[in-house]
């Protein structure tokens, strides 16, 4: 005997509170490699040995801010098309798209 069927019915959405508490904690991590990359931007031999992985993590933190604001947004499907990095853009366009 197997157990219960599956449901066919769309799983519950999240609660906005979890919503915004994914929010500030993605905005946390933003302002920490942020704060981390400044650091090591602060040392002339690193940030001149390292810009590209510098660059790399600025590109994340920025990242990090723009999903925030997304889902804190009272409107996210608005707050995606204010999303200026255009890869993140796009993956988040064709994800709301399926």
């Excluded at 197997?2 to 906005?16: D, E, Q, W």
């Amino acid at each position: 005997m197997s157990g219960p069927a599956p449901s066919l019915s769309a799983p519950a959405p999240h609660s906005p509170a979890l919503l915004a508490g994914i929010a500030a904690q993605l905005a946390s991590l933003a302002a920490e490699s942020e704060q981390f990359g400044t650091v090591l931007c602060s040392d002339a031999v690193v940030a001149g040995s390292y810009l590209v992985q510098l660059q790399q993590i600025d590109r994340l933190a920025q990242s990090l801010r723009e999903m925030a604001d997304v889902l804190a947004a009272p409107d996210p499907q608005a707050a995606v098309a204010g999303i200026r990095l255009g890869d993140l853009r796009l993956a988040l366009d064709r994800a709301d798209a399926h």
